[in-house]
């Protein structure tokens, strides 16, 4: 069985790395304006609606997915009523986030429906804009508190013999 202190260290580590990620991510992207061609797409709308549908389902994919990671997680073997608390609140709270994310998916492409119903189509208008960023950001936190509940909850992933 891996130690407490190893499970802390793991968690850290984790943590961390995570977090160096996003930062990384946050410093390697460009700010400002863009020097963008001028428009030569004459499908642009429709290519942003595939685009903006092809995300949203792709994230309902991978969120229903995970709700079936964190499902196992919470059917494992337990080595004590600690480890049952730390677990049921790390995966509880991927499972608030990841049904989150489905519903804001839900509602980006009602709102995409919407705008199609009057024949025109903006990824970037609030409607659509906002309910799919808050998906993709639930969705990233769920992962990451999945991830987290995995590594607190090691022993019982790893198969004793």
């Given amino acids: 069985m891996i130690t407490q202190r190893f499970i802390n260290i793991a968690t850290v580590v984790y943590v ?9 991510a946050a410093l390697f992207m460009k700010g400002g304006d863009a020097n963008l061609p001028p428009a030569n797409f004459p499908a642009a709308v429709e290519k942003a609606l595939t685009l903006s549908t092809d995300l949203t389902k792709q ?17 494992r073997p337990l080595t004590d009523e600690q480890e ?12 608030l986030l990841f049904g989150a994310s489905l ?3 839900f509602s980006a492409l009602d ?3 919407t705008q199609l119903r009057f024949n025109s189509f903006d990824a970037f208008a609030d409607m659509v804009w906002w309910p799919q ?16 509940a995995c590594v607190r909850s090691i022993n019982a992933v790893i198969e004793r013999k």
């Fill in 16 to 24: 961390v790395l995570a977090v160096a990620g996003a930062v990384a």
């Fill in 59 to 75: 994230l309902f994919t991978l969120a229903t997915a995970l709700i079936g990671g964190c499902i196992w997680l919470l059917t």
């Fill in 84 to 95: 049952l608390k730390e677990r049921l609140v790390w995966t509880m709270g991927s499972l």
């Fill in 103 to 105: 519903y804001f998916g």
């Fill in 111 to 113: 709102a995409a429906l």
């Fill in 133 to 148: 960023t808050l998906q993709l950001y639930a969705f990233a936190a769920g992962a990451l508190l999945l991830g987290l």
